[in-house]
């Protein structure tokens, strides 16, 4: 591969080699390993301890797509992500747009809404559930209202959806507020000499030049909405009444994986989700060629 | 001259041991567990073997599911604790899978050890194939937690030994229409608490959530259902299913918002410590009944009974000094340590006296008394129990019919669904 290159050309690339080979290692070993290694258990009806694996073909795959459980849990996945996606995105770009502007204790309010990104996702959890308790909860008490949270099957997926937003906007905020420092000032000066106010200075300027962070933040926002987990986990005891309308695809993996020993079915649930992931991937970015604007 | 210098170190150091340790080739054992209720006293047997043996002992606390998930990765790559604790849940995959070390040439060379002192279920659960991969920690008992203060409160009598199924329903009845105003139900069970709960009631009426033979079950029949049944009246009046599940019946009982729970007596140190537990009391489990002749004949009071086992590494680096340890801590000594010192109760035969002693003030004789006077049974377990154990507590099992206990055909459709589920699960072990 070094033919056709110069000797200063062939020294750079072999330094350039070494110096991604760390990351390089770690890909093959954190990641390209274990995404074969799921993918090869998935055809196969797994031993105890990862011994005597048998191939069983596409057996796996005909179970799972038959279980009603895998389409409503993709269902309640999709819910969630209905709900976490658009509400994190919007809340973020607004707050985002409004701690650009110089006003004071700026800094202040950006630590407060990024605060839930660096509390444990676990711990943030364990105090939703408490606030959401129909008996003891904070909301309950405050509202004067007796309503199961996250017992009631028709509420408990947009309880759980709140605290995903209520996770994210912080990371998104950080993301947009970035975008927003890209934009030059002389777009909103030469704006305003015209005339514009500032919703249509909003509309006009700051849409479609923080599109490409939009677009950026909704892509990797659905994948992390798809492969929720610990929400789930966390919030709903095992006997909750809702859990089978809520339960993610990964909380059916993890289910099967690591509760029931069941690897090979479960390698064969976060395969299917893969393949669905990177299905919606493909079209989002054909999407983006039509939609984000590059200057 | 260096050489010289070696030997004549070597010797002073041999010379320095006392001369009953034995010397092991290792300074350390990691030792994991999942309660951190037995942690303080189980550390303190360990160190008592430390002193003898010059081995440190470090006890790690893995709350119980990620204790297993951990366990069963550290057995696929190779990297499991050296001595930890086994559960009727998962022996049997550990065993078939000789992922345990085999203990038979130990015990027999062990004066301490002899297999006949100890709870014969525990022994045998630990037992595959004529191989003994661990030693009986402690067994563990169900009894009736009652709340003294509540019962004031509302004027009903506290439980006795002599009370039946009907007794808690009618007792459950009466606080929970008198506490109706303060929010205070008479008895509270989630479909969760299966050992210590419903499964009881099941072995009363004779009926059996795993047959003998861990090849079936009975709950699907008339017996069964029976049981079921009862159940059903008592959930009537019980707190709601969306409290159990969202508040937990423990802390329930311990917010004063329940009169009743059944508890397991690996629990009593935690009710035992809590704020109120002066009004905390504990009965035997209510009976079934069930030829009417207005008394506890043998076979109408179960309680469910299971045991922890001290087991090694098939791997560990010093095989004599895991087995020197599980030896200590489940021999007489230690056994009875354990349960002077409150952690559980024996895994050795005739050690429960000195556990009812253990905690000043509360009475837990009832955990005692329900195997002197009642009958027990191995908690219900096949080679894969979480399978099926985890699919009665969820829709589709029992679930449904605490979410809707007023009407009796969804319980008996739930105790046919829970025959299909058990009796599909064996099938696919």
Redesign the interface.
């Given at each position: 591969m070094f033919k056709h290159m110069s000797p200063k050309e062939r020294t750079e690339a072999k330094w350039g080699l070494l110096f991604v080979a760390p990351t390089i290692l770690g890909l093959i070993i954190l990641n390209f390993y274990p995404i074969f290694n799921t993918i090869y258990q998935s055809f196969c009806k797994t031993g105890?301890?990862?011994?005597g694996n048998t191939f069983v073909g596409l057996a796996n795959y005909s179970k799972v797509l038959a279980a009603s459980e895998t389409w409503q849990s993709f269902w309640n996945t999709i819910k969630y992500a209905i709900i976490e996606v658009p509400f994190g995105i919007i809340i973020a770009l607004i707050l985002a747009v409004l701690l650009n502007k110089k006003i004071g204790g700026r800094s202040i309010y950006r630590t407060i809404f990024f605060l839930p990104m660096v509390c444990a996702p676990a711990a943030v959890a364990m105090v939703w559930?408490w606030l959401?308790?129909?008996?003891?909860g904070l909301l309950n008490n405050i509202f004067h209202t007796s309503i199961?949270w996250?017992?009631?099957p028709n509420i408990a997926w947009i309880s759980i959806g709140v605290i995903g937003v209520w996770s994210i906007i912080g990371y998104n905020m950080v993301l947009f507020i970035g975008g927003l420092q890209e934009i030059p000032g002389d777009f909103y000066e030469a704006a305003s000499i015209d005339g514009a106010n500032g919703l249509r200075q909003f509309f006009s300027i700051t849409v479609p030049l923080l599109s490409p962070t939009t677009f950026f933040i909704v892509q990797t926002r659905i994948i992390g909405a798809l492969t929720i987990f610990d929400l789930m986990f966390m919030v709903m005891?095992?006997?909750?009444?809702a859990?089978?309308k809520v339960q993610s695809v990964v909380y059916l993996f993890y289910?099967y994986a690591?509760?029931?020993?069941n690897k090979g079915y479960g390698a064969t649930l976060v395969v299917v989700l893969l393949i669905f992931i990177m299905i919606l991937t493909f079209v989002l970015q054909q999407v983006e060629k039509k939609v984000v604007y590059h200057n | 001259m260096k050489k010289r210098v070696l030997v004549g170190a070597l010797a002073g150091m041999i010379l320095a041991l006392p001369l009953s340790a034995q010397a092991y080739n290792v300074s350390e054992l990691q030792v994991n567990i999942w309660d951190n209720n037995q942690l303080a006293g189980i550390q303190q047997i360990a160190d008592e073997w430390t002193e003898e043996s010059g081995v440190k002992v470090t006890i790690n606390v893995v709350d119980w599911?990620n204790y297993w998930?951990l366990l069963?990765a550290g057995?696929?790559g190779g990297q499991m604790p050296d001595v930890f604790w086994m559960h009727s849940n998962t022996a049997q995959?550990y065993m078939?899978?000789d992922?345990l070390l085999n203990l038979d040439d130990y015990i027999a060379a062990d004066d301490a050890i002899d297999l006949a002192n100890y709870y014969e279920g525990v022994v045998n659960l630990y037992n595959s194939n004529g191989v003994q991969y661990a030693l009986p920690k402690d067994h563990d008992t169900i009894a009736l937690l009652y709340n003294k203060a509540l019962f004031d409160k509302y004027g009903v009598e506290y439980p006795t030994d002599d009370w039946t199924w009907d007794d808690l329903l009618a007792a459950a009845t009466a606080i929970t229409e008198a506490g109706a105003a303060d929010?205070v139900y008479g008895y509270a069970i989630?479909?969760?608490n299966n050992q210590d709960g419903w499964y009881n009631i099941v072995y009363d009426y004779g009926a059996q959530i795993i047959t003998d033979d861990h090849k079936g079950t009975t709950i699907g029949s008339d017996e069964g259902k029976a049981a079921m049944e009862k159940l059903r009246q008592i959930l009537e009046v019980s707190a709601p299913?969306?409290?159990?599940?969202?508040?937990?019946t423990d802390s329930l009982f311990q917010?004063g918002?329940t009169a009743m729970i059944t508890q397991g007596s690996w629990m009593i140190n935690s009710f035992y410590t809590s704020e109120n537990s002066a009004d905390y009391a504990w009965a035997m489990l209510p009976y079934a009944d069930v030829n009417e002749n207005g008394a506890c004949d043998p076979g109408e009071r179960y309680s469910a009974y299971n045991g922890l086992g001290w087991a090694a590494s098939y791997q560990v680096a010093d095989p004599d000094a895991a087995y020197s340890l599980i030896s200590y801590l489940c021999s007489e000594k230690g056994q009875l340590e354990q349960a002077e010192l409150g952690v559980t109760m024996g895994g050795m035969l005739g050690v429960s006296d000195a556990f009812s002693n253990a905690f000043p003030g509360m009475d837990v004789s009832a955990f005692v008394r329900a195997e002197e006077e009642g009958d027990l049974f191995f908690r219900p377990y096949t080679r894969?129990t979480?399978?099926w154990e985890?699919a009665l507590?969820?829709?589709g099992g029992f679930?449904d019919a605490?979410?809707n206990p007023s009407d009796p055909a969804v319980m008996a459709a739930a105790c046919d669904n829970a025959q299909a589920i058990i009796e599909q699960a064996i099938a696919n072990e």
């Open positions: 105890d301890f990862g011994r559930k959401y308790n129909t008996q003891f199961a996250i017992s009631d005891d095992k006997t909750n009444v859990l089978k289910q690591f509760t029931n020993g | 599911d998930t069963e057995a696929s995959m078939e899978n992922l929010g989630n479909t969760a299913q969306t409290t159990v599940a969202e508040t937990g917010s918002l894969n979480t399978v985890d507590q969820q829709a679930l605490w979410q």
